[in-house]
């Protein structure tokens, strides 16, 4: 079992930064893959970015690409998401999620998720 504790979301205005971070308990943690994903009000919920057990391959939904950077400290049990040039379209609850393979692709699969920050960024 991963319990997963998202942290770091908050207001910031567009152009800003944010860090969330997404802590993870359980011994297995450095052997899974781990993705964010958001959803914005009367949205479904979208794939974000990822990355792999190991930090060596990442991958960027489009619209974060050059902007997001996602990492992971396996020694600290967490994966971070740098937000850049953040955007009024970039608010949504943002979710970590834990991919059990360890591949932490885009399709998962997500088995563990944590309950979410809120990211709000006015325009």
């Known amino acids: 079992q991963v319990q997963l504790v998202e942290s770091g979301g908050g207001l910031v205005q567009a152009g800003g930064s944010l860090r969330l971070s997404c802590v993870a308990s359980g011994r297995t943690y450095s052997f899974f893959g781990m993705g964010w994903f958001r959803q914005a009000p009367g949205k479904e919920r979208e794939f974000v970015s990822s990355?792999?057990?190991?930090?060596?391959?990442?991958y960027y939904t489009d619209s974060v690409k050059g902007r997001f950077t996602i990492s992971r400290d396996n020694a600290k049990n967490t994966v971070y998401l740098q937000m850049n040039s953040l955007k009024p379209e970039d608010t949504a609850v943002y979710y970590c999620a834990a991919d059990p393979t360890g591949w932490g692709m885009v399709n998962g699969p997500y088995n563990y998720w944590g309950q979410g920050t809120q990211v709000t960024v006015s325009s």
């Open positions: 990355i792999d057990y190991s930090g060596g391959s990442t």
